[in-house]
């Protein structure tokens, strides 16, 4: 018997990734050209959602005699199915609310890359339940259950298809992989920076951090609440934490290390113009190492 091949060009993925493409590149390229770990994040998310782009560009369904398979964009992403295991097919109609991609449901998963309209497969003795997108959902159905009842099971076919299946695992492990880089390298730029005296200088540590002599400082105080940022010019944002290169308000280049979670922040005016802003990771440490290092520049000063 001939197979019969279905066609869904993703719209919605399309164009909903390419925005998404767009946004990550654009901000790469405005991060500044030394802020090497933000333009790290947008790369790997730029790679990330062309990936995407790639997995979900399409839906092709193709069925014959014995089997039914699916395969999302380039091929990587899909499934097999023997027609002797399904108990029913029927065509569904799936909400906004579920979205698009691979999500779970109820007793199975939900692969879909654009519109509404899908086919849910139901199998025998497992209650299992698979919904595949499809823009023909109807034809489709009338196919399958005309099959249902024709066909068997073969040890052969089974291996070829678990075979073709297994490299599926490797792909989500992949992705997986990526997204757990990704959050633990936000995770590292979320933290407080480190701050060390020394005898002649502090130290911020961290992507932006800086040696800080304290006969440099013109001005060591704190204050309670921030200026606002106009631009950032080479550095890091992420919620209420920013690092790096930025631009404040009557204030003009600064660098900052600040949480604005948390109150007082110290401000530091160097004699070469440079301003910085720090604070840490509690109310009480940013005072103590306030104080900390107010004592060591008096100690620093000359004698009169």
């Known amino acids: 018997m001939e197979s019969k091949r279905f066609t869904q060009f993703g719209t919605f993925s399309v164009i909903l990734l390419s925005l998404f493409f767009i946004f990550s590149i654009i901000m790469g390229l405005t991060v500044g050209s030394t802020d090497k770990s933000v333009k790290l994040i947008y790369i ?82 497992t209650g299992k339940r698979i919904w595949i997108g499809t823009n023909k959902p109807d034809e489709i159905t009338e196919f399958i259950n005309g099959l249902i009842n024709k066909t068997h099971n073969t040890d052969s076919n089974y291996t070829s298809l678990n075979k073709s299946n297994s490299k599926y695992k490797n792909t989500y492990l992949f992705l997986v992989v990526v997204l757990v880089i990704i959050a633990l390298f936000t995770l590292y730029q979320y933290q407080p920076e480190k701050i060390t005296l020394k005898e002649n200088q502090f130290e911020i540590s961290g992507e932006y951090g800086l040696p800080v002599n304290y006969s440099d400082i013109v001005v060591f105080d704190t204050i309670s609440q921030m200026p606002g940022i106009e631009m950032r010019t080479n550095g890091f944002t992420l919620g209420k934490v920013s690092k790096g290169n930025f631009r404040l308000t009557n204030i003009g280049s600064a660098i900052l290390f600040i949480n604005y979670n948390v109150s007082p922040f110290v401000q530091v005016a160097l004699k070469n113009g440079q301003v910085i802003y720090f604070n840490s990771k509690d109310r009480q440490s940013t005072i103590d190492i306030f104080d900390r290092i107010k004592s060591m520049k008096k100690q620093k000063q000359p004698s009169k």
Do not use: Q
């Not at 395969?71 to 499934?79: E, F, P, R, V």
């Open 44 to 125: 790997v998310l730029s790679l990330i959602v062309f990936i995407s782009l790639l997995f979900f560009y399409k839906m092709v369904i193709e069925i014959d005699s014995t089997a039914i398979s699916f395969k999302m964009g380039i091929g990587i992403i899909g499934k097999s199915f023997y027609i002797s295991e399904i108990e029913s097919c029927k065509p569904v109609k799936d909400s906004f609310l579920n979205g698009w991609g691979i999500h779970k449901i109820r007793n199975g998963w939900f692969y879909n890359v654009s519109g509404f309209n899908a086919i849910e497969l139901t199998f025998k003795n």
